[in-house]
């Protein structure tokens, strides 16, 4: 069974930092594209970060230069690192692990006061 937890989030002031953390189980980590994704109230869940299988890169524009995503393939886990962050940064950010199949964490709360 496949299981993605979420980690790292909580309530900080603007311009403060937070890192996020995705440990998978039930799957092989290292061939699969992980992302993070992120839903604030009332709106549609929206692509923030991605590091593909080789180590690829790739943010929403929103986000380049303050977050950096990465991954440990021995501990099956992937990172987001929050610098900077802004009330709009607020949201649910959830984890996301792709290769033939989507799977997807319940989400951890980052809530940024201003």
């Known amino acids: 069974q496949v299981q993605l937890v979420e980690s790292g989030g909580g309530l900080v002031q603007a311009g403060g930092s937070l890192r996020l953390s995705c440990s998978a189980s039930?799957?092989?980590?290292?061939?699969?594209?992980m992302s993070w994704y992120r839903q604030a109230p009332e709106k549609e869940r929206d692509f923030v970060a991605r590091i593909s299988w080789f180590g690829g890169t790739t943010y929403t524009d929103s986000v380049k230069g303050r977050f950096t995503v990465s991954r440990d393939n021995a501990k099956n886990t992937v990172y987001l690192q929050m610098n900077s962050l802004k009330p709009e940064d607020t949201a649910v950010y959830y984890c996301?692990?792709?290769?033939?199949?989507?799977?997807w964490g319940r989400g951890t709360q980052v809530t940024v006061s201003s």
């Open positions: 039930g799957l092989a980590f290292s061939i699969q594209d």
């Open positions: 996301n692990a792709h290769r033939n199949d989507d799977y």
